[in-house]
Structure formats: C-alpha cells, structure tokens
Nanobody, 118 residues
Framework: VQLQASGGGLVQAGGSLRLSCAAS????????MEWYRQAPGKQRDLVAT???????TYADSVKGRFTISRDSAKNTGYLQMNSLQPEDTAVYYC?????????????WGQGTQVTVSS
C-alpha cells in the first residue's frame, strides 16, 4: 500500500490550496485518515483527522479555515485549505490507517510542500 500526497505549492496569504492523498495497492478498506504538517525546525503536528464514519477533528490553529474530507470510492482524502497564512507554511503529510486483507497498518505519504507568502 502506498500513499501519494499532492497539491502543495506557493500561494499568497489569503489564498487557498487543496491537498490530495491517494492510496494505491491492495486495499480492503481505509479506516481513518489524517493530515500532519511540519515546519522547518519544528515537530510534526496533527492538523486534521477524519474517521471511518466521517467524523472530523481539527487543530485549533486551522479550525474554520481547513476542511478534511474523503472519497472512499477513490481511496483518496483531501484537505481544503482556505485563508492561508504564512504560519501555515510547512510540509504536509497524510497518514491513513488501511486494511489490506487481514493486515491493518498505518501508511504515510511522502509530504507536499505548502508555502504561503505574505
């Protein structure tokens, strides 16, 4: 199983980006999906989660600006980011808890750079 994150880029403050996280391989089902971010010199922080049932949680710093979603038919998760600010600059990583036959394990995407200019 592999996760491919994409959609990052350079955007001005106040702009928007939509990140995608596509899972491929032998996938029986995808449980939760999460987005993390890591700014230079800082730890990797949890940004948003979406559960099997579609329940979502967000870090306080992104509430009201970011929206996590998923398309189970496409084995893909999304992070819609609006009203971006320079402090949102980071490498964004997706993580998914995936069942492949009888094995349930976490997989990480490779990260996608988001840079917000002031």
């Amino acid at each position: 199983v592999q996760l491919q994150a994409s959609g990052g880029g350079l955007v001005q403050a106040g702009g928007s980006l939509r990140l995608s996280c596509a899972a491929s391989g032998t996938i029986t089902s995808i449980k939760s999906m999460e987005w993390y971010r890591q700014a230079p010199g800082k730890q990797r922080d949890l940004v948003a989660t979406i559960s099997t049932g579609g329940g979502t949680t967000y870090a306080d710093s992104v509430k009201g600006r970011f929206t996590i979603s998923r398309d189970s038919a496409k084995n893909t998760g999304y992070l819609q980011m609006n009203s971006l600010q320079p402090e949102d600059t980071a490498v964004y990583y997706c993580k998914a808890n995936i069942r492949s036959h009888f094995i349930l394990a976490d997989s990480w995407g490779q990260g996608t750079q988001v840079t917000v200019s002031s």
